[in-house]
Structure formats: structure tokens, C-alpha cells
């Protein structure tokens, strides 16, 4: 069933005219509103007929303080020419917008086609078929506005709604939004000295020897947030500036290195963010390039103060694919019984809300380019808390053991002394590449379609591309963190690499790499098992142009071959109603963990 749905949009109104018509209970709160965002009200209501009857209490109190202009001169009321003599003269005296507050019928659709003549937004209460606009069930925090519309289903459901969503949010969210704008506003001012420094040296430079080297091609990332992110938004950051890098590199790389930060932070870490943290993360910057400090854990989270005797032990964990539920309750445990715990930054806030305030924590700053100093301050941090007598949970996203580098932290805590069995343990976890083609409704494994399934990796050591594996009709691909260079792999999945080429030329070795049809179905999984769970289905030919349109918000996967294809119909060009070819579909959201919807008995009846 189709609905519709509203552009949403933020409008800037201060030092707008808002003409608002009629009285009732609600004038005075469309009066405020327009107040609360800088715009000036102006009420349009005959004096009341009646002996001894006055404006709504909370209306007069704004009329005799001057805040709302009462335009009682005219008996009969809204006249048309009010619309086009009483706005702003920038606008030729149009008024911005109009709010009809009214519970008159002839007015409300007097007034309403009158302003959808001269295009001004209209609102009328209780009339959606009348309103040009509508206003949003709101939360506001400073800076930060949240807003939820039911597109006219119901206005305490948007409000139960957004009551809800605000109460989920951490305290102080609003303050950090203002923190992290002025960072970023810091950053911008620091981008354009150091582009007007480099400018005024490449001048000097092409008068002498000329500019030889040219301008790279760099993604540009978005002012705009009314879509998601960009397939460019993942790609590396790369370290420190270098003698290869132009001012533009300069800049991406630095805005991506705080929308990453923003990504990836939970927003609880967020949240917490102080204005010394602020400074700190400036001049971390300035040195380290892509190094992403963290704030200090608040006194509250620390553990505790007096070391035990003794060495500790460091317990390297999976926290799954992202459901909590979905944790072993081996892993859970340690959870609750750790002293200090060093999480990666792709572990959901749902398995973060699960450790005590009193546990210490600190989250990787593992980020493109920065990945192999990151994992070294972990290795020293669990090292130092654990021969302090701590108890350290080293939580990873997904298994240890699959693509989370827990292989490499076990060698080098071995080196460093500590001893499987004894100081170290491994949990497992359960994997994404597993359970993400699980709950997109893929069987990796399914008779006439696939005998076997291959776990790899779309980006391999220092981000250079692996070796791609050839193309079997009965097996299942899972290729984890490759949807940043998703253009990249398709190309070498279906077509010789230039190295392959390169051995025909020379006569050295004929391919034996059997091609991936680029028909072949594929499906995009992302934030498995979380709420915002996204699975795109389409092919290998369209996958790049899908989640380039799309979106991509990590941490996702990429699932090929004919198992796509097995619970879901493959996705192919066909014709659409709109006359447009179906390339891909998206699905958005997780219901397919709900514990509680089953009841004992249901329980009982299932084993």
C-alpha cells in the first residue's frame, strides 16, 4: 500500500512575517512557535462581539507585551490584500507564511485559496487537505531539532513518537551538536588559510618552473543531508599530509575525518564531549593527520581505583553482528565482569548500553589510515591495565577471528607474556558473513543452488586490492569490508585484473580464473541485525550504481550468487508502472528478532 509522504524541510524564518488568522486555543502556540524561531506574528482577528470577552490568556499576555501585533482595525477581519501589504519589503510586502487557527470552514478555505494563489504556505488546523504545509511534532536542544510528522494520521501518535525518540537520546546531545559545529567550523577556517597559503605558493611557483604535478580527483563530500551518505564517504583517509598531497586532498581528507568521527563515535561518547575535549582533538589533528583522540571517561565509568595484586588477564571477545541478543552468554559475562573494556568503533550502542557505569571504557580509534597505530595503542593499553591486575574485554565487532585482525592482538600479547588458558582467553562471536545473508533472508547453503560458501575480504593489506577468487555457478561469495572500493571489485570480479592481462601479453601463464557473470544476483546487507538495518538486492552489473544512489553506511557486506536469488526472486531489468527499469531494491529496518512476542508456551510447542 503506498502513503504519502511530506518533503521535510528546515526552514530559516527569522525575520519573517507570519500572519496568523483567527483565535482559538491554539493561536497562542502558533504565536510562540513563530516567536521561538525569530519571525514576527501578526494576528488577524476582529475585537470580540461580546461584552467582557477577551483574547486566550497566554495570547493577551503576548499582545500587551508587543510580541504579537494585534490587526483589530478591520471589523470584518483577513482580508486578501493583508497577504500582499503586510510582509517584509525585501518580498514586496508578501508575508512569509499563514497559520489559520480558525475553526471556520468558509474562512479556512477562503483564506487558504487565496494564499495557494499567490504560493504562500498555508497551515490549517484540523484541514490537511487545505494545508500547503505542516508542522512537525518537535524536540529541541539546543541546536539540535528533531521532527516527526504522520503525514495527518494522527498528531498524538507524532507526538508519543517523538516523546519517545527523545527520551532514547543521550543528555547532552545538544551541547556536543554545538561543539562539534564549531569544530568544524575551526577545521573550515584552518582549510581555507591553508588554501590561501598554498595558492599564493603554487602563484610564486608557476612564475619560475611552473606547476608540474596535476590536480587529483577527490571526492567532494556533501553539504547536504537530506540523502545518505556517499560510496566515497568509506574510502581511505589517508595519514598525515605528504609531498603528494594537493590542498584539495588536504581539505576531503580533513571534513572526512570528522563525519567519520561523527559516524562512528557512539553518540553516548558523543554526547559526552567537553570543550577541552574539543581542543584536544584540534591539536591531535594538527599532529597525527587522521589519529582521532577520545575523550576521557567521566569519574563515574572509572574502575577501580586501587589495583589489584597480581597480573590480570585480557579477554578477547565477538559482540556479534550487532542484535545484543545475539551475544553468547560467554561473551555477555565478561561484559559484566570486566574491569576495563577496549571496544572496537563498529560495536552497536546496544551492546555498549549493556556495561556497567562503573567499567572503564574506551573505543578504538581505528579509522582508515590510521588503523596500525590504532591497533597498537589497544595492544599497550590492555597490556598496561592487565599487569595492573585488571580483568580487560577486548570487544570486537562480529568473531575475532574472522577479519578482525584478533589473530594478530593474540601473537602480540603472547610476545608480551601472557598465555593462552592462563592470561588470555578468546571468546567467539558470531559473524556477520553468516548471520548477515541469515537475516536477509539468504541461505548461503541451499540444495540446487550452493554447496559452499567462501568468506573474503574486498580490501586487503594497507587498503590494496586481493586477489579476486573465480566464479563457481554453486557457490556463495561473502565479501566483507568491500562496499568502500564496490566499483573496484566488481571490475575485478568480472574482468582479468591487469596483472592476469599482463601474464597473456608476456606468454607467461594463460588465466585459469573463470569470470563472475555480471547477472549473477547479488545482495548489499548492512547493519545486520540492527534497526536500521538496509539490504539492497540487485546484480553484479547494477551493485556499484545501487549503493552509489543509495548509500552506504557501515558496517556492511556483499553476498553473490545464485543463493540471492533462492527466498527472494532475483531482481532483474524489467518494466516498472512509472515506465522506469527496476535495477535493485532496498528493504530498510529489522524485525526478525523479537524474543519477546513469544510466549512460554509458544516456546514449549517449539521444542
Not at 554453486?474 to 601474464?503: C, P, Q, W
Not at 608476456?506 to 541485525?529: F, G, M, Y
Amino acid at each position: 500500500m503506498a502513503h504519502h509522504t511530506s518533503l521535510l524541510t528546515a526552514v530559516d524564518s527569522r525575520g519573517h512575517v507570519h500572519l496568523v488568522v483567527g483565535t482559538s486555543p491554539l493561536t497562542a502556540a502558533r504565536c510562540s512557535q513563530s516567536l521561538a524561531v525569530g519571525a514576527s506574528p501578526i494576528l488577524v482577528a476582529p475585537e470580540p462581539t461580546n461584552k467582557g470577552e477577551l483574547l486566550p490568556a497566554a495570547l493577551q499576555v503576548r499582545v500587551d507585551a508587543g510580541e504579537v501585533r494585534w490587526l483589530r482595525e478591520t471589523p470584518a477581519g483577513f482580508q486578501e490584500t493583508h497577504l500582499e501589504t503586510l510582509g517584509r519589503d525585501e518580498v514586496d510586502g508578501f508575508v512569509d507564511a499563514v497559520f489559520v487557527t480558525s475553526h471556520d470552514s468558509s474562512l479556512a478555505e477562503t483564506v487558504a485559496a487565496a494564499c495557494r494563489r499567490r504560493r504562500i504556505p498555508v497551515n490549517v488546523v484540523d484541514r490537511p487537505d487545505l494545508c500547503s504545509f505542516a508542522l512537525l511534532s518537535t524536540h529541541v536542544e539546543g541546536p539540535l531539532q528533531i521532527g516527526i510528522t504522520t503525514n495527518g494520521s494522527g498528531c498524538k501518535l507524532a507526538a508519543r513518537i517523538r516523546r519517545e525518540v527523545a527520551s532514547s537520546l543521550p543528555a547532552g546531545l545538544g551541547e556536543a551538536c554545538a561543539r562539534l559545529g564549531s569544530l568544524r567550523r575551526r577545521i573550515q577556517e584552518e582549510d581555507r588559510r591553508t588554501s590561501s597559503r598554498t595558492a599564493a605558493s603554487a602563484t610564486g611557483t608557476a612564475g619560475t618552473a611552473g606547476i608540474t604535478r596535476a590536480t587529483k580527483a577527490v571526492p567532494v563530500l556533501s553539504e547536504d543531508d537530506s540523502y545518505d551518505q556517499s560510496a566515497a564517504f568509506n574510502q581511505l583517509v589517508l595519514p598525515a599530509a605528504n609531498d603528494d598531497d594537493d590542498a584539495e586532498t588536504t581539505k576531503t581528507r580533513r571534513m572526512r575525518w570528522l563525519a567519520q568521527m561523527c559516524e562512528y563515535w557512539p553518540l553516548k561518547r558523543l554526547a559526552g564531549l567537553t570543550d577541552a575535549d574539543v581542543e584536544a582533538l584540534l591539536e591531535a589533528y594538527a599532529a597525527q593527520g587522521a589519529a582521532l583522540p577520545l575523550p576521557q571517561a567521566e569519574e563515574g565509568n572509572r574502575g577501580p581505583s586501587e589495583l589489584t595484586a597480581g597480573r590480570g588477564r585480557i579477554i578477547l571477545a565477538g559482540s556479534g553482528p550487532g542484535h545484543p541478543d545475539l551475544l553468547t552468554r560467554a561473551v555477555h559475562q565478561a561484559i559484566l565482569s570486566a574491569d576495563v573494556i577496549l571496544a572496537d568503533k563498529l560495536v552497536p550502542q546496544g551492546v555498549l548500553d549493556l556495561i556497567p557505569r562503573r567499567t572503564e571504557v574506551a573505543i578504538a580509534r581505528k579509522f582508515p589510515g590510521n588503523a596500525d597505530a590504532a591497533q597498537e595503542e589497544l595492544i599497550e593499553q590492555a597490556t598496561a591495565a592487565a599487569l595492573a591486575g585488571k580483568t580487560v574485554l577486548r570487544l570486537k565487532q562480529g568473531d575475532p577471528f574472522v577479519y578482525g585482525r584478533g589473530g594478530e592482538e593474540v601473537l602480540r600479547l603472547r610476545a608480551a607474556g601472557f598465555r593462552d588458558g592462563q592470561s588470555l582467553f578468546v571468546l567467539p562471536g558470531i559473524t556477520s558473513a553468516l548471520s548477515g545473508p541469515l537475516f536477509a533472508g539468504i541461505p548461503p547453503t541451499h540444495r540446487d543452488a550452493a554447496d559452499q560458501v567462501l568468506i573474503c575480504t574486498g580490501t586487503g593489506k594497507k587498503g590494496k586490492p586481493p586477489q579476486p577468487p573465480g566464479y563457481r555457478v554453486s557457490r556463495t561469495a561473502v565479501f566483507l569490508m568491500a562496499l568502500h572500493r564496490i566499483t573496484g571489485l566488481v571490475a575485478e570480479l568480472t574482468d582479468y585484473t591487469a596483472e592476469e592481462k599482463a601474464g597473456v601479453e608476456d606468454h607467461q601463464s594463460q588465466p585459469k580464473r573463470t569470470l563472475w557473470p555480471a547477472a549473477t544476483p547479488c545482495a548489499v546487507i548492512e547493519r545486520t541485525s540492527c534497526p536500521d538495518q538496509k539490504v539492497i538486492r540487485t546484480t553484479l552489473a547494477h551493485v556499484a550504481a545501487a549503493i552509489e544512489q543509495e548509500g552506504s553506511r557501515p558496517p556492511g557486506l556483499l553476498v553473490v550468487g545464485r543463493a540471492c536469488g533462492v527466498l527472494y526472486a532475483p531482481v532483474s531489468e524489467t518494466a516498472t508502472s512509472d515506465g522506469t527499469s527496476k535495477l535493485w531494491s532496498v528493504e530498510e529496518g529489522f524485525a526478525g528478532l523479537d524474543l519477546d512476542s513469544i510466549s512460554p508456551a509458544g516456546l514449549a510447542s517449539l521444542a
